[in-house]
C-alpha cells in the first residue's frame, strides 16, 4: 500500500469525511429607522386610495358633532371642550377605529406571514403603519379646528399646539388600535373593539367634563386622547397655562410609548402563530 504526502492533496480531500459545508454568513439585521421609513412609504402608497374617503368621513362626522353640540353648550369652557374633543376625534376615528380593523384582517387574511418574511423589526411594521394612518388625519383635524373656533368664537392664534397634539395622540391611540386588531381573535371582534374604542373617545372626548358622573370622569383619565383634548382645550384661554399643556402632551407621549411596545409584542404574538 503506497503513502501519499499530505501536501499533494487537494484542499477538498483534506477535510474529515463528515465534514459538511462552511455556514455561510447571515446578512446584519435591518435596522429600526430605514425599515420604519420603508413601511411607511409601503403603507402610505397603499391607504393613498382610499384617502379622500377616509378624510370626508372622518371630517365630516367630527364637524356634523360639533355642529350638534352648538345647540347643547354655551360659547364658555363647554365649547373649549367640544372643539378640543372634536378635533382629537378625528385622530381617533382613524388611528383607533381603521387600525384595529386593519390588523384584524391582516391576522385573519395571512398578511402577517408577509412580513415575518421580511427582514425588519416588529417594531417597525407597528409604527409605519400607524404613522401612515395617522398622517391621512392632519388634514381633517385642521378642518375639524378651524371650523369648530369659528362656529363657538373661540381664538384661532394656538392652532399650532395640534402640530403636537395630533402625532402624540395619534401614537397613542394607534398603538391601542394596533394591539387591539392583532390580539383579537377573530377580525369581527377586532372591528367591534375598535368601533367601541372611537365611541368612548367620542363620549368621553366631546362632552364637557364637569357634566359627567364621577364614575366616568375616572374612565375618562384612562382614555389617552383625554389628554390630547386637555392639552388643546387649555390653550383657548387667555393665558394658558403652558407648564400643564406641557404635561399632558407628555402623558400622551409616554402613553403612546407603552402602547406602541406592547403593539410590537402582539405582532410578535401573533407573527409566530
Not at 89 to 99: K, P
Not at 151 to 161: E, Y
Amino acid at each position: 500500500m503506497s503513502v501519499v504526502p499530505a501536501q499533494v492533496l487537494p484542499d477538498g480531500a483534506r477535510s474529515a469525511p463528515g465534514a459538511g459545508p462552511a455556514a455561510a454568513e447571515l446578512a446584519p439585521a435591518a435596522r429600526l429607522w430605514p425599515s420604519l421609513a420603508a413601511v411607511y412609504r409601503a403603507q402610505l402608497s397603499r391607504a393613498r386610495v382610499a384617502r379622500i374617503p377616509l378624510l370626508f368621513v372622518a371630517t365630516f362626522q367630527s364637524i356634523g358633532i360639533a355642529v350638534m353640540m352648538r345647540g347643547v353648550v354655551d360659547n364658555g369652557f363647554e365649547a373649549r371642550s367640544v372643539v378640543a374633543g372634536s378635533s382629537v376625534l378625528v385622530v381617533a376615528f382613524v388611528a383607533l377605529n381603521l387600525l384595529a380593523q386593519y390588523f384584524g384582517q391582516l391576522r385573519a387574511g395571512g398578511g402577517l406571514d408577509h412580513y415575518a418574511t421580511l427582514p425588519v423589526p416588529p417594531a417597525a411594521v407597528v409604527l409605519g403603519a400607524a404613522a401612515a394612518y395617522a398622517s391621512f388625519t392632519v388634514p381633517g383635524t385642521l378642518v375639524t379646528a378651524v371650523f369648530g373656533c369659528v362656529l363657538f368664537g373661540l381664538p384661532l392664534s394656538n392652532l399650532w399646539v395640534l402640530l403636537a397634539v395630533v402625532p402624540l395622540a395619534g401614537a397613542a391611540l394607534s398603538g391601542l388600535g394596533a394591539a387591539l386588531g392583532l390580539l383579537a381573535p377573530r377580525p369581527e371582534l377586532a372591528t367591534l373593539l375598535g368601533q367601541l374604542g372611537m365611541s368612548a373617545a367620542l363620549l368621553l372626548g366631546v362632552l364637557p367634563a364637569d357634566r359627567m358622573p364621577e364614575i366616568v370622569r375616572l374612565a375618562r383619565d384612562l382614555l389617552p386622547s383625554t389628554y390630547g383634548v386637555e392639552a388643546y382645550a387649555r390653550t383657548f384661554g387667555a393665558h394658558p397655562d403652558w407648564a400643564v399643556v406641557l404635561a399632558d402632551l407628555g402623558v400622551c407621549a409616554g402613553v403612546g410609548v407603552v402602547s406602541l411596545a406592547v403593539a410590537a409584542w402582539a405582532y410578535r404574538r401573533a407573527a409566530v402563530r
